[in-house]
């Protein structure tokens, strides 16, 4: 029984490290924005798939990695720009701009399938595994790991170095009174929206090296990552990656001990509760109430 | 000759179609306070959203010093020596006190933020104590402190504010005046408010937008 837990903590922490990565650019997104941003699952996909054929083709893992990360800051640029900058500009409803974002994501998985098909596709770096007191570890969920808490490491630390958290917290805000001290909040939401769909890539073909990539995969990974960025309202990378460990090691246990059908229910069952007891979310800002 | 800082010209502005000032003309010159009185929906707050830029698409000019600014973003207005003082206050209800000190003094060196950061606390002395404050948890007039020690901190010569004394206790509302009164000598003031106490105690030029739109 000690090896199963050992075992299932240990696929929660490599899988909650990826799943971190598509909450932290979700909430970032999110909070910036407003945009409830479901295509952020096709960003996932996208990338996942670039890097597949470009891997297929023969290039370098780093080389397709840096390509499927560039074609995805300009698809995403162009989304900003056409589809949400002006809709905020228009002071657009949120639902509308939600159904827009389903809409892209519906655009972007469907021309995937079209010219790739339906089945999964694995880009394996290394079959290696070896055992660490009975828990099985393969070689590229040490690469999934090690890639994740890197990436995490840089950006928690690129914005505090640089300050850039103290613009990202403010416009997330108030986007005017943030114009007002001097920050330039379309530049602000172009940089959220590139690099938090950067990690998006990152997750995608992260996935892609060990389990694989289906045209759909990047939804349940994305309500997923919905579902935290609705736990922890803070923009706190700290707090955003601990809630998606606990959440992939809850996921993993239901997978082991129930069925993996029960996994997105029981989540969102669990959100649900969370959100009718505690309306603020888990982890939340600590106002006082007027 | 006194320097005029801030011109509006033939300026017609408002919500998209819906034009709230029709083709208004000032001149605001180096250190005086001009209040801004008028009826609710006159367009007092319009005016100042309209050269603080945050309504863009008006017609007319805006010249601030010696540049026209009216194709600037809002955010580029700070370092001109322009700053908005919004209706409610410059506070982010999510960042502490310390962090809103840290965002105003971006870009400056560690010499001067030390020299801004007593002038505040020497203005404002009960902030020192609220720097691990979340904005949202500040009273109406820590709100209101904090956001004039935001304007010291900014560091910049013309101010433009919007009923800065809104829902303060009368006490409160006398700090207030005592502290614009100490700024005017330094400063360039635009003020939209309704109580007639201040606008009577600091300003040196009153104009009424519903005379003025007639």
């Given at each position: 029984m000690l090896e199963i837990i050992l075992q299932i903590v240990f696929n929660s922490i490599v899988s909650g490290i990826i799943l971190s990565l598509m909450v932290i650019g979700f909430n970032y997104i999110f909070s910036v924005t407003k945009v409830f941003h479901l295509a952020h699952a096709g960003i996932f996909t996208l990338g996942a798939y670039t890097f597949w054929q470009l891997t297929d083709l023969g290039l370098h893992w780093i080389l397709a990695s840096t390509v499927s990360l560039s074609i995805a800051s300009i698809i995403i640029l162009f989304i900003e720009k056409a589809v949400y900058s002006p809709m905020t500009k228009k002071k657009t409803d949120s639902s509308v701009t939600l159904i827009a974002s389903m809409g892209i994501y519906v655009i972007i998985v469907n021309t995937i399938a079209m010219f790739f098909g339906s089945e999964n596709k694995i880009v394996s770096l290394s079959g290696d595994t070896f055992n660490i007191i009975d828990v099985i570890i393969s070689t590229n969920q040490i690469i999934q790991l090690l890639v994740g808490i890197i990436i995490i490491v840089i950006f928690y630390l690129g914005i505090k170095l640089t300050k850039l958290d103290l613009s990202l917290k403010a416009i997330a805000n108030n986007d005017i009174l943030g114009e007002v001290y001097g920050i330039n909040s379309k530049r602000i939401r172009s940089l959220v929206m590139i690099i938090g769909s950067a990690f998006a890539v990152i997750a995608g073909i992260l996935t892609t090296i060990e389990i694989g990539v289906e045209p759909h995969s990047g939804m349940n990974i994305t309500l997923s990552a919905a579902a935290v960025a609705i736990l922890v309202t803070r923009l706190d990378v700290k707090y955003l990656t601990l809630i998606s460990i606990l959440l992939a090691l809850f996921q993993n246990t239901v997978e082991w001990f129930l069925n993996a059908q029960w996994k997105e229910g029981l989540t969102f069952l669990i959100l649900l509760l969370i959100i009718l007891y505690k309306t603020e979310g888990l982890v939340s800002y600590k106002l006082r109430k007027n | 000759m006194i320097e005029t800082v801030l011109e509006l010209n033939n300026i017609s502005t408002g919500y998209q179609e819906k034009i709230i000032l029709d083709k208004i003309s000032l001149t605001v010159k180096r250190n005086e306070t001009l209040a801004i009185i008028g009826q609710n929906g006159s367009g007092k707050s319009t005016l100042l959203k309209t050269i603080a830029r945050i309504?863009?698409?008006?017609s007319g000019y805006i010249n601030f010093k010696t540049e026209k600014i009216d194709k600037l973003a809002t955010h580029k207005l700070r370092e001109k020596g322009l700053s908005y003082f919004v209706q409610g206050g410059?506070?982010?209800?999510?960042?502490?006190v310390k962090e809103h000190f840290n965002l105003a003094f971006k870009g400056k060196s560690k010499v001067k933020k030390k020299a801004l950061l007593e002038e505040c606390y020497k203005q404002f002395p009960d902030l020192e104590k609220l720097e691990n404050s979340l904005g949202g948890n500040l009273s109406g007039g820590q709100r209101q402190m904090l956001s004039f020690a935001m304007l010291i901190a900014q560091e910049t010569d013309v101010w433009l504010l919007d009923e800065?004394?809104?829902?303060?206790?009368p006490k409160m509302v006398e700090q207030v005046i005592d502290f614009l009164k100490r700024m005017e000598s330094k400063k360039t003031i635009v003020i939209v408010e309704h109580n007639d106490k201040v606008v009577g105690e600091i300003a040196t030029r009153v104009i009424d937008l519903d005379k003025f739109k007639n």
């Open positions: - | 309504i863009s698409d008006n410059l506070v982010f209800t999510s960042l502490t800065p004394t809104a829902g303060l206790a």
